[in-house]
């Protein structure tokens, strides 16, 4: 069963405006990671936040973790027709990632 | 290497036949998971490995399924009796040691057919 739910499932928006996708999950955590996967392709690594800390960025990207609410989230700003992909968050609570079926994002340019 | 790499990148079988996929992790990386993915859904996890062992296979979905990794570096991922249903991408990813950043390879594409 997936642990984290991304929300919305779809998303699609003009280039320069921001996106922002949501995961849930239901149980305690060590970590969160978000992952970008264009299609046909392996997933590549956007941000980790631990289960410590609130809020990440790393250039465009900002990640917001609450705990009490069990949700997170990822802010892409100015958004890129490149950023085009699927999006997914992958908690970290046994030492294994579990994935949510992702939010796929597209960016007209 | 640079990075995960997993081969063969495609493979086309027949039903009842017997397959095997594997995943050369980044150097140094303890840790090592395999991951099934269908079209239209997350990554949906086997097993992960730490160092030899198996540390929990608890997401392998019948003995059909099977992996080792014998010196704690490469990994193999054995499907016997394949079935069409087994049609997915294989993932394989690798990291520092849990809680760390997992970083996937691009995965092996199984169709059965």
């Known amino acids: 069963s997936q642990q984290g739910e991304e929300d919305p499932q779809a998303l699609s928006i003009q280039e320069g405006e921001n996106a922002t996708m949501n995961c849930s999950y239901k149980?305690?955590?060590?970590?969160l990671q978000w992952y970008r996967q264009n299609s046909g392709r392996g997933l590549v690594h956007l941000i980790l936040?631990?289960?410590?800390?609130r809020e990440k960025h790393s250039g465009r990207l900002r990640v917001t973790l609450d705990t009490s609410k069990k949700s997170s989230s990822l802010l892409i700003t100015a958004s890129r027709a490149a950023d085009t992909a699927s999006y997914f968050c992958?908690?970290?609570?046994?030492?294994?990632?579990?994935f949510g079926d992702g939010t796929t994002l597209t960016v007209k340019p | 290497g640079a990075g995960v790499s997993q081969t063969p990148s495609n493979k086309v079988t027949e039903k009842g036949k017997y397959v095997e996929l594997r995943c050369d992790p980044i150097s140094g990386h303890t840790a090592l998971y395999w991951y099934r993915q269908s079209l239209g859904q997350g990554p949906e996890f086997l097993i992960y490995f730490q160092g030899t062992g198996a540390a929990d296979d608890s997401g392998l979905p019948n003995d059909r399924f099977f992996a080792v990794r014998p010196e704690g570096s490469v990994s193999t991922l054995k499907i016997q009796r394949t079935e069409r249903g087994d049609s997915a991408v294989y993932l394989c990813?690798?990291?520092?040691?849990?809680?760390?950043?997992?970083?996937f390879g691009e995965g092996s594409w199984l169709t059965v057919v």
């Open positions: 149980t305690s955590i060590n970590n």
């Open positions: 992958a908690t970290d609570d046994t030492g294994k990632s579990t």
């Open positions: 990813a690798s990291s520092l040691g849990l809680g760390n950043t997992i970083y």
């Open positions: 936040i631990r289960s410590n800390e």
